[in-house]
Antibody, heavy 120, light 107 residues
Framework: QVTLKESGPALVKPTQTLTLTCTFSGFSLSTSGVRVNWIRQPPGKALEWLARIDWDGDKFYTTSLKTRLSISKDTSKNQVVLTMTNMDPVDTATYYC????????????WGQGTLVTVSS | DIQMTQSPSTLSASVGDRVTITCRAS??????LAWYQQRPGKAPKLLIY???SLESGVPSRFSGSGSGTEFTLTISSLQPDDFATYYC?????????FGQGTKLEIK
């Protein structure tokens, strides 16, 4: 059974760096074809894909936030970490850790999400 | 970046109705289109991938079609559990984007 769970601070101040950890089970990020993503959703708004890391270490970022994002993995701990610098109130959102499906183009297994509020 | 536009934004329907939601891409995405259902306070759930492939465990009343720039999600006979928000999502050149969502409400 595939499970993913996000953890991190619920509240960050403007200009601070956010670090979120995704801890997963039921698969290994060293297995060929496995990809893990971060997706966010501001309250009452649409979903936004942020970043992806692949089993072979390849990393991909959304163009608009590329300079602020960094994604990494710790295969031995079954974890993926997302950092986002220079946080702003508009970054307030629920952040999801998500595994991509067999084609690599769809998001088939989602974490429960963690709400991050940016406020002074 | 590819923009995804869903219509309508809100749809009012009754149990038993057949409904269709449309998603248009700003450029061709072949068949790399997925559909999700999201209930309030919950993570999205994958319904359809590769435009028309039904995810395992999803009821057969859900179906998807289309290719290129125009896609549809059809629910053949609405059930009470189906009233939720639906999102389309595309993949192209190692980037993903979502539509703005369609809220399906009870009439």
């Amino acid at each position: 059974q595939v499970t993913l769970k996000e953890s991190g601070p619920a509240l960050v101040k403007p200009t601070q760096t956010l670090t979120l950890t995704c801890t997963f089970s039921g698969f290994s990020l060293s297995t060929s074809g496995v990809r893990v993503n971060w997706i966010r959703q501001p309250p009452g708004k649409a979903l936004e894909w942020l970043a992806r890391i692949d089993w072979d270490g390849d990393k991909f970022y959304t163009t608009s936030l590329k300079t602020r994002l960094s994604i990494s993995k710790d295969t031995s701990k079954n974890q993926v970490v997302l950092t986002m610098t220079n946080m702003d109130p508009v970054d307030t959102a629920t952040y999801y850790c998500v595994r991509t499906g067999v084609t690599g183009t769809e998001f088939y297994s989602w974490g429960q999400g963690t709400l991050v509020t940016v406020s002074s | 970046d590819i923009q995804m536009t869903q219509s309508p934004s809100t749809l009012s329907a009754s149990v038993g109705d057949r409904v269709t939601i449309t998603c248009r891409a700003s450029q061709s995405i072949s068949s790399w289109l997925a559909w999700y259902q999201q209930r309030p306070g919950k993570a999205p759930k994958l319904l359809i991938y590769k435009a028309s492939s039904l995810e395992s465990g999803v009821p057969s009343r859900f179906s998807g079609s289309g290719s290129g720039t125009e896609f549809t999600l059809t629910i053949s006979s609405l059930q009470p559990d189906d009233f939720a928000t639906y999102y389309c999502q595309q993949f192209n050149s190692y980037s993903y984007s979502f539509g703005q969502g369609t809220k399906l409400e009870i009439k």
